[in-house]
């Protein structure tokens, strides 16, 4: 018995992991281990024997059920110690701030742009990136056959074989937004859309995917005056000067009537914009009244509401303020540019607390 004893303490003592340790179990102290073979010869025994053998086997049980348990618990330390020093963190450690992340101009901008029009009143709307033809283009009255379709260079979906359904596109725009806004909350309503919006054109200025805000206002009197000092307010917060000059020109949207472009007074003095003097004139934004079709389509009554719109490039916008040449690096991930003209994390652009600082 004592060889037993030793035989199995040893293969405790030696045993690496559970399954190991259950192995042993089995083959000692299991119910067809050897313990238990030896209680079953017990009976072959003279009763003085017995006497001996009987308690000493229990004994010998007890003693190899107790190395298990304290050898498991001392696996189960051993392995926990190893995961701590493992998964070891300093965390008094300073942060590495030459690899901390930077704010994209064009969300920066979207953040300015939201801050701004959000201290006029203005609510943030949202609609989807692939739109009904409907929703980008008929709502917005421009028909099937209306060249501004043609010029809108635009990415359609692919229907299957024989479903004639008109394919969905990749808006081309943000102003389906005002459609979707005007269904899901009438009038008044004061609202903004900055998204993505794509069209097929490649260069310089053009990316396949850019950016757009669009803008809405919603009453029983808006004017062209409302849009204007609106557009004021807008273009001094943003460009973060006292004063600005900006030239309505007559122009034509299908959605808006009048229609008009917005240009700013601005110089180009040794090649660095300055806004609100000089004798350039710098186009951001197309606008108008909202056209009686398109409030229509919002399921608002045109006889008894009128509203201005405007649609904007954000990264043409994010360009000028910042002076960044090519559009084209907006979007290469670059991080030696994403260094050099991304923005700290933490300063979150504020009218109060200042746009770009
Ligand atoms: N959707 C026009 C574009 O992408 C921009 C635009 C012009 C939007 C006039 C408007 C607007 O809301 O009134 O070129």
């Known amino acids: 018995m004592d060889d037993l004893k030793a035989r199995y303490l040893t293969q405790i003592a030696e045993a690496e992991d559970e399954s190991a340790l259950e192995a042993i179990r089995i083959a000692a102290v299991g ?20 006497q001996a053998a009987g308690p000493a086997l229990n004994a010998l049980k007890d003693e190899i059920n107790s190395a298990l348990a304290a050898r498991k618990a001392a696996l189960a330390d051993a392995a926990l110690d190893e995961r701590l020093r ?5 965390v008094t450690l300073p942060a590495r701030g030459r690899r901390q992340g930077t ?14 029009f959000a201290d006029m009143g203005f609510a943030v709307a949202e609609g989807p990136q692939i739109e009904s033809d409907w929703y980008n283009f008929d709502a917005l009255n421009i028909p099937g056959h209306h060249p501004a379709r043609a010029e809108m260079d635009t990415f359609y979906t692919h229907r299957a074989e024989g479903d004639d359904r008109p394919p969905h596109v990749l808006r081309t725009h943000t102003s389906p ?31 396949p995917m850019f950016h757009q805000v669009e803008g809405m206002a919603i009453d029983r009197d808006i004017s062209m005056a409302n ?21 309505f ?34 186009e951001i934004l197309g606008s108008g009244m909202m056209h009686p079709k ?64």
């Not at 704010?103 to 939201?114: N, Y």
């Not at 000092?229 to 900006?246: G, I, N, Q, R």
């Not at 020109?249 to 609100?276: M, N, Q, Y």
């Open 31 to 50: 119910k067809k281990g050897e313990v238990a073979l030896r209680m079953r010869e017990l009976g072959k025994m003279t009763p003085e024997e017995r």
């Open 86 to 90: 493992a998964e070891w963190l300093d």
């Open 103 to 116: 704010i994209h101009p064009i969300s920066q901008v979207t953040e300015e742009v939201t801050a701004i």
């Open 177 to 207: 937004v005002q459609i979707r806004a005007m269904q899901d909350q009438g009038a008044p309503i004061r609202v903004i859309a900055p998204g993505r919006v794509y069209r097929a054109d490649y260069d310089m200025t053009h990316t």
């Open 227 to 247: 849009l204007k000092w609106v557009l004021e307010e807008f273009v001094k917060a943003f460009f973060e000067v006292d004063d600005v000059e900006l030239r």
């Open 249 to 282: 020109r007559a122009s034509h949207f299908p959605f808006t009537e009048p229609s008009a472009e917005v240009d700013i007074r601005c110089s180009w003095e040794s090649g660095t914009l300055k806004v609100g003097e000089g004798d350039d004139w710098l």
């Open 294 to 357: 398109v409030l229509e389509a919002g399921n608002i009554d045109p006889a008894e509401w009128q509203g201005f719109a405007f649609g904007m490039g954000i990264d043409r916008i994010a360009m000028l303020k910042y002076g960044i040449p090519d559009l084209r690096a907006f979007f290469d991930s670059d991080l030696r540019w994403l260094r050099h003209y991304g923005f700290a994390a933490l300063d979150v652009p504020t009218l109060r607390g200042g746009l770009s600082r």
